[in-house]
Nanobody, 124 residues
Framework: QVQLVESGGGSVQAGGSLRLSCVAS???????MRWFRQIPGKEREGVAA????????KYADSVKGRFTISRDNDKKTLFLGMSNLKPEDTAMYYC??????????????????WGQGTQVTVSL
């Protein structure tokens, strides 16, 4: 099992930057990690994914070139660097841990472990 705690969200103006962190306990290095986001009334959307060793990086088209996913297994931490933020990036952001690295990384999986989320709000 793994427990996840996100932080780093906040309110920024369009064009600004934030860096989200997801600190894990447990066997973090064995898990594929993803970032998702969700706005009220909509399904959770996959944002980025990274495999156990920091490779296999994938991004949603909407964030390519602006967001960067990374991880530090020694510190059991997952990161999401976000730049050139847009109002449409406003959402609750969640990290997810999955023992499998799935082709459909952008979908919620039954075996996912989740953090409690951190809110990102981008204003004009």
């Amino acid at each position: 099992q793994v427990q996840l705690v996100e932080s780093g969200g906040g309110s920024v103006q369009a064009g600004g930057s934030l860096r989200l962190s997801c600190v894990a306990s447990g066997y973090f290095q064995f898990y594929c990690m993803r970032w998702f986001r969700q706005i009220p009334g909509k399904e959770r959307e996959g944002v980025a994914a990274i495999d156990h060793q920091g490779g296999g990086i994938k991004y949603a088209d909407s964030v390519k070139g602006r967001f960067t996913i990374s991880r530090d297994n020694d510190k059991k931490t997952l990161f999401l660097g976000m730049s050139n933020l847009k109002p449409e990036d406003t959402a609750m952001y969640y990290c997810a841990a999955d023992i499998q690295c799935r082709d459909a990384w952008y979908r919620v999986a039954d075996n996912d472990y989740w953090g409690q989320g951190t809110q990102v709000t981008v204003s004009l």
